[in-house]
């Protein structure tokens, strides 16, 4: 399991030894920082949380131990724990770095399931509604059709901003998005192909500070009750287009204030 993102000149690396675990496996999970523009001391410091399926705080531990540029976090989960998907949130330097980590009473799926929101790695929302397709395959290659499916969506904050404007503050400090439990947003029989379209209100309300990360979690069951899984995380703009805010100083350290309106085609 790997996975990599960029923020305040920070480019982070959450990664596993395997993508799914047993509730009471041992959990091997490392992260690693690259910092070219050498922001950080040596041996800096990082905070660990992790959150189980239920979203309960785990375990939150700061280390600043390294082996070889690289942070050991490894945690055991114990016989009972929830499965599903847990969330791993590392912060560093300012920056946070988040992993989804899924504990499950480990079957094979049988099913392929594909959610296509249509938009590859970003999610785009009108008046806070998507679009999604659902096409669901036995690994036979005949379509699972007549079968139920379930798709949830789970939103979180997730940080703002625009390569041209990598010192401008997009995210609004006036808008909070509260903790989001996973929202079913489809329970319904895929068609005689195995298909179906989703449409959906992610947000009721505009109260995304800026641009959000939506997990989804599709299911698919089976007539005797077993099922097969997804899960996939996409960024979502819930606005079409964000203003940010500069404070430079000038050579007599006072504050002069510039805007910048980029919209989301300058991603």
């Given at each position: 399991m790997a996975g990599s993102v960029t923020q305040k000149g920070l480019k982070g690396?959450?990664?596993?030894?395997?993508?799914?675990?047993?509730?009471?496996?041992s959990v091997y999970l490392n992260f690693m920082i690259e910092d070219r523009e050498k922001r950080l001391p040596e041996n800096y410091p990082i905070t660990m949380e992790l959150y189980n399926a239920r979203g309960q705080l785990q375990e939150k531990r700061t280390?600043?131990?390294?082996?070889?540029?690289?942070?050991?976090?490894?945690?055991?989960?114990?016989?009972?724990?929830?499965?599903?998907?847990?969330?791993?949130?590392?912060?560093?330097g300012g920056a946070v770095f988040e992993k989804i980590l899924k504990i499950e009473t480990v079957k094979p799926n049988r099913i392929k399931v594909d959610l296509n929101t249509g938009s590859g790695n970003e999610l785009q929302a009108e008046d806070g509604k998507m679009n999604a397709r659902l096409q669901a395959d036995w690994l036979t290659g005949s379509p699972a059709s007549g079968l139920k499916a379930i798709v949830e969506v789970q939103l979180r904050e997730a940080y703002t901003g625009f390569p041209?404007?990598?010192?401008?503050?997009?995210?609004?400090?006036?808008?909070?998005?509260?903790?989001?439990?996973?929202?079913?947003i489809f329970d319904n029989v895929l068609d005689g192909e195995g298909k179906?379209?989703?449409?959906?209100?992610?947000?009721?309300?505009?109260?995304?500070?800026?641009?959000?990360?939506?997990?989804?979690?599709?299911?698919?069951?089976?007539?005797?009750?077993?099922?097969?899984?997804?899960n996939v995380s996409v960024k979502h703009s819930?606005?079409?287009?964000?203003?940010?805010m500069e404070i430079p100083e000038n050579k007599s350290a006072v504050h002069n204030l510039r805007w910048a309106?980029?919209?989301p085609s300058v991603w």
């Open positions: 690396l959450l990664y596993g030894e395997r993508g799914v675990w047993r509730p009471g496996d280390s600043s131990k390294t082996v070889g540029g690289i942070y050991p976090l490894y945690f055991a989960t114990s016989p009972d724990a929830p499965t599903g998907n847990w969330r791993v949130k590392v912060k560093a041209k404007y990598p010192s401008y503050i997009f995210d609004d400090p006036a808008r909070k998005l509260t903790k989001t439990e996973p929202r079913v179906a379209n989703i449409s959906a209100t992610l947000l009721e309300e505009d109260l995304a500070p800026g641009m959000l990360t939506a997990s989804f979690q599709t299911r698919v069951f089976e007539k005797g009750g077993d099922f097969s899984t997804d819930p606005y079409t287009s964000y203003a940010g309106s980029p919209i």
